[in-house]
């Protein structure tokens, strides 16, 4: 099945107290890269993270966002420091001393001092943090490619119709060169004629000249590959995958063929029909993008 770039998943995991959330979006890139935003207490799993997007995800720009809640009372702890409150109590008395204070130092006092009393967090399970992390960021991975793979229909519905306008312009430019070389035999006999008045015309010279010019507008190695590129292109979209790159070749391809017949366009509606090749092959280059 073929996928798009862009997409967006969002999953939520509830385990005991504990709530993750995952949202991850992507846009268009040469390559996988991914920015995980996440509190800094979940960057140990990161490369672990970073292990699981890779199973879903070939190419693209990704950001993953991942937000985390724990709304348990023991997971936090107060510490009570009794050699920085002694610190403390030594230099106020000292201070006292110096200075002929009332020694008036009161535990509530000394207690709101910087650093007697500290909030510790609770050392936390890896094991159960990975497996509620794990189950929200395949959550959002499977909505992520769900949509992708949506888009991803839509454009091979696209693209086909394209290749189909494409096969009828090859259509049309191969139907139009005998008729090209034929009207060119006419013009060249009546031009010869009415230079030459009633003296015979050669016609084994008119034959050579037909053959010169015929050759040389002659687009059959052009349509040719134009049509076993469009071929190629068509079958790799049934088979889908991780096709953009091969696409986006043979798209490469195609112009060039296009390039060519333009080139030895020697009749307007050869021109206007090799421009239209041409403009598709353009839109397809465009959708190509896209794809993953």
Known sequence: ???????????????????FTVEMKAVNHRYFDVSIKMPKKLSFFEAAIRGLLKQYVQRGKLDVFITYEDYAEETVA???????????LKYFRQM???????????ASVLGRCPEVFTMEEQDI???????GLKKAVEGACEQFVAARE????ALKTDLLDKLDRMDENVTLIETRYPQIVAEYRQKLEEKVKELLADVQIDEGRIAAEVVIFADKICTDEETVRLRSHIATMRESLMAGGGIGRKLDFIAQ???????????????????NVAIDLKTEIEKVREQIQNIE
């Open 78 to 88: 107060l510490k009570y420091n009794e050699t920085v409150a002694a610190e403390y």
């Open 253 to 271: 391809e195609m112009n060039r063929e296009a390039n060519t017949i333009l080139s030895k366009a020697n009749d307007l509606a050869t021109s």
């Open 125 to 131: 399970d890896e094991e159960e943090i990975w497996a």
């Open 96 to 106: 006292a001393q110096t200075f002929e204070l009332k020694d008036d130092i009161s």
């Open 150 to 153: 949506q888009e991803g229909e």
């Open 1 to 19: 099945m073929i996928k798009s770039m862009t997409g967006f998943g969002r999953c939520e995991s509830h385990q005991g107290s504990r709530k």
